[in-house]
């Protein structure tokens, strides 16, 4: 079973950048498309982007699209999230997980597998 572990959230005024990380373990990390989704309160989680097993695939939500970019370094066994512009609605809980496949078939949360614990995002207007 891999463990996801997030990291780089926090408080952020609207405008602002944050850079979130997922540090993977074992040693097939470069076998699976991995990707982030958030859950902000009273809502349901929502796919915010993935990427294939080599980087060489992105996908995004429509409402992040142009301000997050999704990337990887397999070395290191780590996915990142750089999010930039960031607004008030971006609040959330942001979930690092692992695809089932080393491709992304859909964006549906039935399409990944393991999950990390979850790190806070917090955008003030």
């Known amino acids: 079973q891999v463990q996801l572990v997030e990291s780089g959230g926090g408080l952020v005024q609207a405008g602002g950048s944050l850079r979130l990380s997922c540090a993977a373990s074992g040693r097939t990390f470069s076998s699976y498309a991995m990707g982030w989704f958030r859950q902000a309160p009273g809502k349901e989680r929502e796919f915010v982007a993935a990427?294939?097993?080599?980087?060489?695939?992105?996908y995004y939500a429509g409402s992040v699209k142009g301000r997050f970019t999704i990337s990887r370094d397999n070395a290191k066994n780590t996915v990142y999230l750089q999010m930039n512009s960031l607004k008030p609605e971006d609040t959330a809980v942001y979930y690092c997980t692992r695809g089932k496949t080393p491709v992304v078939p859909t964006t549906t949360a039935s399409d990944f597998g393991s999950w990390g614990q979850g790190t806070q995002v917090t955008v003030s207007s």
């Open positions: 990427i294939s097993w080599s980087g060489g695939i992105t």
